[in-house]
């Protein structure tokens, strides 16, 4: 087993515990822990369900396959110091791993149409420290489980003879699980996107940012491009051609374009913080943790994200997980198919 995978499965069952006390904590902050479909999913299963549903390429991820790294640098502000005691808010220059990709397993997929785009980051900290993260553009995931995420993905699975999903079965999982509908019909009321740097990207699951005195406050984030979002029109992404993202971000990045900034939307009582399909209600107070930019983009298939997993439990001192059961779930799927990269020879273009 390679180090980066050891430290993997070690992240994974501290998180574990880590879950135990978010759940504490959440009740001590009197926030509702919500009950949720616990069944044990086996991560190897749920990355052979992907593979099964959404078809296998070797040496690519299972999800988010088409993607390029970039590099970039990371400022906190003082009211992320105020919030949390995280290397990450010191003020100074951090550097940081950042991966844009489409979502889907298809390293071929198109970018001039509606979906997932992702941002990805980790934030190589003082002392060896990281802080990982798997940002979307959607302000809700696709599934509030692992159980549930594993229905809805064997829901889809295409039938042998007809090469399709069932769509009575498909019918059947959605009408008893709505929640996985959320996040498609988000992204199908919005337009193609401009680029990989006009879009928000969210968290999805809920963290407690933790001061110096100890105090906790829960939070979703939002990275939100310092020149506004953009989407195109029906006419412009048919224009603009299935391959066009890359190059747009390699533009973009050398004319000194790209900035996010960090925003955490801060709870209040009773929000519900154990699920990445609930969003935060409309008109939570929102504080700027820091500015995000963008100095370098990889030349070539390769760069420092290739064989980085982005687990997003992977946290610095001062950021706590919630009792999210999908975040505690995510990082030995991740494992599991970082594994499979592996053997087979990393790709990412």
């Known amino acids: 087993m390679t180090h980066d995978l050891q430290h993997r499965f070690r992240s994974s069952t501290l998180n574990l515990a880590l879950r135990a006390s978010a759940v504490s904590a959440l009740l001590a902050a009197g926030l509702p822990v919500h009950a949720a479909d616990m069944t044990p999913v086996d991560p190897t299963r749920l990355v052979d369900a992907f593979e099964a549903t959404n078809g296998k390429f070797e040496g690519y991820r299972r999800s988010g396959a088409k993607g390029i790294c970039a590099m970039g640098e990371f400022i906190g502000s003082a009211d ?23 979502g889907g397993a298809n390293p071929k997929a198109t970018d001039n149409t509606r979906g997932q785009r992702n941002m990805a980051l980790q934030f190589n900290l003082p002392g060896g420290e990281v802080w990982q993260m798997g940002n979307i553009s959607s302000p809700v995931f696709g ?18 003879a007809t090469k399709a999903a069932d ?3 498909v019918k059947a999982f959605a009408d008893a699980n709505p929640e996985v509908l959320l996040q ?24 407690a940012f933790v001061n110096a ?6 939070g979703k984030w939002v990275f939100e491009p310092v020149g506004g979002v953009m989407g195109l029109s029906d006419d412009e992404a048919k224009a603009k051609g299935p391959s066009f993202l890359f190059d747009d971000l390699r533009q973009r990045v050398r ?95």
Not at 185 to 206: D, E
Not at 213 to 218: A, S, T, W
């Open 143 to 160: 599934a509030s489980t692992p159980a549930q995420m594993l229905g809805r993905v064997e829901s889809l699975r295409p039938d042998p």
């Open 255 to 349: 004319d000194g374009q790209v900035a996010f900034n960090f925003n955490l939307e801060l709870a209040q009582a009773g929000d519900r913080l154990d699920s990445a399909t609930v969003p935060l209600p409309e008109g939570r107070r929102k504080v700027t943790l820091g500015t995000l930019r963008l100095t370098s983009v990889s030349p070539d298939a390769g760069g420092a994200c290739l064989d980085l997993t982005f687990n997003p439990t992977a946290l610095p001192k001062g950021v706590e997980p919630s009792a999210d059961p999908m975040l505690a779930a995510r990082a030995a799927p991740y494992a599991v198919s970082l594994g499979r990269r592996l053997g087979e020879g990393s790709k990412q273009q």
């Open 213 to 218: 005195k100890g105090d906790r406050q829960f």
């Open 167 to 169: 769509p009575a079965k």
């Open 80 to 102: 992320g110091r105020a919030l949390s005691s995280a290397s990450a808010f010191s003020g100074q220059a951090v550097p940081v791993i950042v991966r844009y990709s489409v």
């Open 184 to 207: 498609g019909r988000y992204f199908a009321s919005q337009p193609v996107p401009a680029s990989f740097t006009t879009l928000n990207y969210w968290g999805v699951h809920a963290f």
